[in-house]
């Protein structure tokens, strides 16, 4: 087994929203997951029924030898919502999306359409899977904050803004479904939460406008911009961004996922 890798079992299934399912994991040795540093996670998420399921594990060269396609579990980024290593006990949020493709078929050998959503909503107390990491970054000190996301960055957002300093500034932009995909969450006073609903917004990128709608600080090096999305709203929220005169040190933007065309297969676009 890698060093990093990690057996972990549902403890508790709890949905937050109708579209975010909270799933607390058991297990060992967490310790090296529990850091500000890192706030990240591989899922390695077994076909669905298998008893026994294979991980990846150090071949002669310490590269990873996969096991055999049908045993093959599917990696999938998620962000580690919560972890207490004393208590052996980690949550992870997952939004339970809709399958945008129309094919109906899937390229990892998984009879589910996706993954990750799929092992959420079937997710029982029991259930195994594998983690690796920690990963990724969070934002660097800065005297005004951008944090701009959708639901898949949520669990990242809220983690950030529980973690940011009492007296720290700047605004947090949340796309979501509709207001019953708000939550509560836990912010220093001089961060104004701006939740955006994609139903009835009359744009396809309510958070892409809001962001380039949004005055910035005049003294753009005195400011960090977090943002995480939708792969081509990343593309246009980055580009807005780097156009404003934001350094590539003064902002993290990473694409969460990708929206698949009509026709296309997803393949290669997660984990
Ligand atoms: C660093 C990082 C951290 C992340 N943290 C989280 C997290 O904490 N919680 C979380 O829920 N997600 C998180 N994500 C996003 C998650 O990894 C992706 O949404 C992933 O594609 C889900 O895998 P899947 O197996 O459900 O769907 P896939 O098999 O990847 O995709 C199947 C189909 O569903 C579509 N799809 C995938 N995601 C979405 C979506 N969100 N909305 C609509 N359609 C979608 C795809 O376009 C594709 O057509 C994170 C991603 C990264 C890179």
């Known amino acids: 087994m890698f060093a990093d890798f990690r057996e972990i079992r549902v403890a508790a299934v709890r949905d937050l929203t109708p579209r975010l399912r909270r799933i607390t994991f058991r297990g060992r040795d967490l310790g090296r ?18 008893e026994a ?20 579990p599917a990696v999938r980024y998620y962000t580690l919502r919560r972890v207490d290593a004393d208590a052996g006990e980690l949550d992870i949020d997952i939004v339970l999306h809709e399958d945008d493709r129309h094919d109906g078929g899937h390229d990892d050998g998984h009879s589910g359409e996706a993954p990750g959503a799929d092992f959420a909503r079937r997710a029982r107390p029991g259930d195994l899977c594998g983690m690796s990491g920690p990963y990724g970054l969070g934002v660097s000190p800065a005297s005004w904050y951008l944090l701009a996301g959708d639901e898949t960055a949520l669990p990242a957002i809220a983690r950030i803004l529980e973690e940011l300093p009492d007296d720290a500034r700047g605004t947090a932009l949340i796309e979501v479904e509709d207001a019953a995909d708000e939550l ?18 009359g744009t396809a990128s309510p958070l892409v406008e809001a962001v380039r709608a949004l005055p910035l600080p005049a003294d753009s090096a005195t400011l960090f911009a977090w943002v995480a999305c939708e792969f081509d709203d990343l593309a246009r929220l980055r580009e807005h961004l780097r156009g404003c005169g934001i350094d590539r040190d003064r902002m993290l933007a990473v694409a969460y996922w990708r929206r698949t065309p009509p026709g296309a297969s997803a393949k290669g676009i997660s984990a």
Not at 33 to 50: E, K, M, Q
Not at 53 to 72: A, F, I
């Open 33 to 50: 997951f529990a850091t500000s540093d890192n706030l990240h996670v591989r899922l390695y998420l077994p076909p669905p029924g298998l």
């Open 53 to 72: 399921p294979s991980w990846p594990r150090p071949g002669p060269d310490g590269r990873p030898v996969l096991p055999d396609p049908e045993r093959r």
């Open 184 to 201: 509560p969450l836990r912010t220093p006073a001089g961060i104004a939460v701006r939740w955006l609903h994609r139903r009835n917004a």
